[in-house]
């Protein structure tokens, strides 16, 4: 997340304010695969999951949870035992809010920090966008009820075949069949994130590397487009 080598080479122009974009689609879709590629084009990712994971795993949050919740929820390590708080929170409306109260406020604070820093350096050498325009990623579960979701330029849409979703969350989370859909019933509806994207990119199982890289290079390029010679609407 930290800005990397800021160009301070342009003292007599204004800063330019940083091009923010977001990833959502639904479990399984492969959005942080598709985020870090981006990442590797030169966007600065924000992984709220990755933020939130770090939280989890404090001793002060864990001892809250386990009064709340028993003692089960730290594994043999003393950590967070994440496939069970997991459970526990998707079956029980009132149970993730317990878990939103204790985690989300520090999530958003990180988050808010983050986007202070790279809002403050202005030119970055290594961005792809034009004049050096600074680039942002947000890769924020349920981005459409969050508080980001009117802060970004362009929302890219990450998408996959229902069947090659429900296979990567049994085969690399463990995951039940069917608990996928159970989650996802929970949660804002694929058509409504969909149709509030501005862009959509393909992630499908057979997809080769190199034409998932591909597809990434073409939606950067429309936003460098639309950036260079913007619409009206833009």
């Known amino acids: 997340m930290p800005p990397s080598n800021p160009d301070h080479n342009h003292p007599s122009r204004s800063l330019p ?19 870090k590629e981006f990442e590797k084009l030169g966007a600065h990712r924000i992984d709220a999951d990755e933020v939130a994971g770090e939280i989890l795993e404090r001793a002060e949050i864990l001892n809250e ?45 990180r988050i808010d920090d983050a986007l202070a820093k790279l809002s403050s350096i202005g030119f970055d050498k290594n961005s792809p966008l034009p004049e050096g325009r600074v680039w942002i990623l947000l890769d924020i579960p349920l ?51 969909k149709a509030g994207a501005s862009d959509v990119i393909q992630n499908a199982n057979g997809l080769s590397d190199e034409e998932r ?9 429309s936003w460098i487009q639309d950036l260079t010679n913007p619409s009206p609407e833009n």
């Open 17 to 35: 304010t940083p091009f923010m974009t977001a990833v959502t689609g639904g479990i399984g879709s492969g959005k942080s695969t598709i985020a």
């Open 143 to 193: 981005l459409e009820t969050s508080p980001y979701r009117n802060k970004v330029d362009r929302i890219l849409f990450v998408d996959a075949p229902d069947s090659d979703r429900e296979t990567r969350v049994v085969q690399n989370r463990g995951w039940q069949p069917g608990e996928r859909s159970r989650r996802e019933s929970a949660q804002f509806s694929l058509k409504d994130k």
């Open 213 to 221: 890289i591909a597809h990434c290079q073409a939606v950067l390029d």
């Open 65 to 109: 949870l386990s009064q709340t919740w028993g003692k089960d929820v730290t594994n043999s390590h003393g950590g967070a035992n994440r496939a069970l708080i997991s459970s526990i929170v998707f079956s029980d409306p009132a149970a993730r809010k317990v878990l939103e109260s204790l985690v989300h406020p520090e999530v958003r604070s």
